[in-house]
């Protein structure tokens, strides 16, 4: 049996505005991951099959089917169309260890662990730049209009400043930062939220594009805070980011509160990361004040709590 794999993600500042041409700060997260496994098919079946028990609303898909109506499917049909190869007689099960609709890219990360499942099955490789552009094109989707962003973290695994159409800039950090990612365990739909801050900004193209603006302006100060490894500088960011977000009405009570609860409890920084409405928030926290943040977030009904730091070269990531 043959395994691919592809992590989850976190938008530290940016997200939205990155829709709009802002820059956005996104990091992979190495310890939950999409997994992809290759097996050759029963002797009666043929061609590829494709199995995603295990994600929600996914069902088994086929590749052979006349209309490509699925990410996961379209993700096989674009590997095999690059390399011109008929579909392999392989069942590829997708697994994933990443909530859905929470803000982790999740839907980013099982296109590109079924994507390398597929390449290992055909015994072939392809450019992450080639794998990047496939993946975008099976997260619109997902989310209709995407930046790109989350395709992009995930296929590179790699710390990324990134501004759409745009060449990818990698991060370095100044110091260690670390984080807990709060998760409130409300699903929401990107593509939703998307769509929303679109018609606010439709409404009022003077006002939003302002707040947008603004969010550019914390992201490109985020980026000097952690590349000079200023935690007090990044916490300023991480928190007028989540007064921006707010304003594109893009938070929610649930998410609010978490915040509200680790800001009290020593956090640093806080804010939604992702899509908002639901899903995940972000904390940065110190030695002293990790144990406390983490338990008032369990405290206000995160269904789970993770943390990672970010740091140069090794990403530790230690699930709690
Ligand atoms: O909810 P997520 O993790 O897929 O993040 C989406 C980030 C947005 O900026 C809201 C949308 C996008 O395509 O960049």
Known sequence: MIAASA???IILLGEHAVVYGQPAIAVPVSQLRATAMVEPNPPHVLGLRIVASDLGEMLPVA???????HALTLTARLVLDTLQLPPPNVTITVQSAIPVASGLGSGAAVSTALA????VACNRTLPDEVLNRIIFEAEKRYHGTPSGIDNTVVVYEQPVYFVREQPIER?????AF???????????????AVGDVRVLHDADPTYIGAVLDEIGQVVRRGRVALETGDTEAL?????KNHRLLQILAVSSPELDQFVESALAAGALGVKLSGGGRGGNMIALVTDETAEHVRIALMKVGAVRVMETTLMNAVHEDIAQ
């Open 7 to 9: 992590p989850a993600k």
């Open 235 to 239: 916490a300023t960011c991480m928190n």
């Open 178 to 192: 670390r984080l807990l990612i709060g998760d409130t365990g409300v699903r929401a739909s990107t593509k939703i």
């Open 63 to 69: 590749i052979d089917g006349e209309v490509v109506d």
């Open 116 to 119: 390398r499942a597929l390449l």
């Open 171 to 175: 991060l370095h950090f100044g110091a």
